[in-house]
């Protein structure tokens, strides 16, 4: 069964850095656009980055444009979400995903979230 787990969360000051890592296992994501997304409780999800499967493209949200840079290593099934400048409000559960379809499609496989909170 394919599965998704995320890693490399944890507690930051604000301007410091976090790389948070995700690992595919049980099945092929062949082909498979890679997403993070991250949920405040009491939220909505918000698309934070995804990646194509060459890696030659590449999507971020607004609040997160230019400061994470998403990337991907498919010889090892990993996606990392490297993220600086980190403020206060990027605090949430970082989610890994992955879609058969485009960086807006329905992503068909999640991790269960890694925390990241960043304090001021």
């Known amino acids: 069964q394919s599965q998704l787990a995320e890693s490399g969360g944890g507690l930051v000051q604000a301007g410091g850095s976090l790389r948070l890592s995700c690992q595919a296992s049980?099945?092929?994501?062949?082909?498979?656009?890679m997403g993070w997304f991250r949920q405040v409780p009491g939220k909505e999800r918000e698309f934070v980055a995804a990646?194509?499967?060459?890696?030659?493209?590449?999507w971020y949200g607004d609040s997160v444009q230019g400061r994470f840079i998403i990337s991907r290593d498919n010889a090892e099934n990993r996606v990392h979400l490297q993220m600086d400048a980190l403020e206060p409000e990027d605090t949430a559960v970082y989610y890994c995903?992955?879609?058969?379809?485009?960086?807006?499609?329905?992503?068909?496989?999640w991790g269960q979230g890694t925390q990241v909170a960043v304090s001021s």
């Open positions: 995903a992955a879609t058969s379809g485009t960086f807006r499609s329905s992503y068909e496989y």
């Open positions: 049980g099945g092929s994501f062949t082909g498979y656009v």
């Open positions: 990646v194509g499967w060459t890696a030659l493209n590449t």
